[in-house]
């Protein structure tokens, strides 16, 4: 006869099995996972999100509901996701913003290296040095030239304070020895009406933010701040070939994040998931019609390395260009 103190020591070894986080791994998922946008429903990004969820759904076999969370340069959404349960039912959509904007406000209440585990990029994007097709400036070098002819004359626009835009158009004017005034707008429709014929104000968006205004003509790409040129645009050389300045290779990009200490298996599950996703036909196909490139991890690993290293060089960059409302 099994003894009452015997049967309670397995019983006991039973349940610390079950919660082990190779058995959490083995079932997981069972019920539907969180996952935490920073961006406002209806713009390209969240556009995006809604179709990775859709195809990472079809492959983990439970819905993937997104929810956003926007505010605070992204803070409102990481802090959520940083504070959430590491167990794999909560995801979070992690950006170089989400970088940029914890160096503009370092009081914000989430660290993005150590409080999350990477999982695996989804998308790269440009940033498009544009100035208004009406302007007689028609490359870098001419933008540049006419900068230096009249110091202080130039805006450049951005989506906000602390933005890659922002960020990025900081940096080109500190580098070339401009000066300009960095006016942040909400939307690019913000930023039109404000170019003129005869001073060429430049801006720094994402292709997706600006391929409908190229397209019809009302902005003209001078140059992308990708290390290689964009498919959608092959005759539009990158900064990094005029300037030979590898600080001004930019490229925005999106991954999958999960709240740091999410066990190492579930990790993995729920990269074999984002991979196959990033990697469908329909997410390729609505990157590229978005001017944007879908791209998948090696490894969440690969991707660890990845954020440290592009935060350590937005960390100098940002600290060299003196990111704060005024500039």
Known sequence: MISASRLMTWLFAIMVAALSPGAQADQYPVRSVRFIVPFPAGTSID??????????AA???????????????????????????PNGYTIFLGSVA??????????????????????????????????????????????????????????????????????LGATFARKERIEAVHVPVRTVTDMLPQLTDDVPHFAFFTGAAVRPYIESNRLRPL???????????????????LFKDADLVHESWLGIWAPANTPTPIVRKLFAAVVKAANTADFRNAMLQQGQQAVASGSPEEFRKYISSEYEQLRRVAKAVQISSSH
């Open 47 to 56: 556009a995006a999100s809604r179709i990775l969820a859709r195809q990472m």
């Open 98 to 167: 989400t970088l940029i904007g914890k160096l503009a406000q370092p009081s914000a209440a989430f660290d993005p290296v150590k409080d999350f585990s990477p999982v695996s990029l989804v998308y790269k994007s440009a940033g498009i040095l544009t100035v208004s097709s009406d302007s007689a400036v028609k490359s870098a070098a001419d933008l540049v030239e006419w900068a230096r002819r009249h110091p202080g004359a130039l805006n450049y626009y951005s989506g906000g304070v602390g933005t890659a835009a922002h960020l």
């Open 223 to 241: 140059a992308v701040s990708t290390r290689v040129r964009m498919p959608q645009l092959p005759d539009v050389p990158t900064l990094l070939e």
């Open 59 to 85: 492959e983990i076999g439970v819905p993937v509901v997104v929810e956003n969370k926007p505010g605070a340069g992204g803070a409102v959404g990481a802090v959520a996701a940083a504070r959430a349960e």
